[in-house]
């Protein structure tokens, strides 16, 4: 399926004491990007949107979406592969298993293995 141009949702950074860490961004795709960002209450009264302005209903409709999404993180300091694993693996509330298997997968994605 080729590429489908994205558009940028939202932007953070992760800090640590003073230092920042990295940047992550947030992309959807241009349909869904429109429908996020137009309201009924907008100058086009013919704009309709499912999905909720605000709330943890508007985040499980993104989710939900079957939209192209994509995540850009963006380091700032010189940080391993294995460090980032660590960091991004150690959920609470998710097996072991998949755990794993998330954290083998960021090491060998960056590591270029």
Not at 8 to 31: C, E, Q
Not at 64 to 77: G, H, I, N, Q
Not at 88 to 109: C, P, Q
Request: hydrophobic share 35%.
């Amino acid at each position: 399926q080729p590429r489908q141009p994205m558009n940028l949702l939202g932007v953070g950074t992760r800090k640590k004491a003073i230092l920042n860490i990295y940047s992550v961004g947030f992309y959807v795709s241009k349909p869904l990007w429109k429908e996020l960002t137009t309201t009924t209450t907008s100058k086009n009264k013919n704009a309709k949107t499912n999905i909720p302005a605000k709330g943890p209903k508007r985040c499980q409709a993104i989710v939900d979406s079957k939209a192209p999404k994509a995540v850009k993180l963006t380091f700032v300091m010189g940080i391993g592969p294995e460090k980032i694993a660590e960091a991004m693996s150690g959920l609470k509330g998710v097996s072991e298993s998949v755990r794993t298997e998330f954290h083998d997968m960021i090491v060998n994605g960056l590591s270029g293995g």
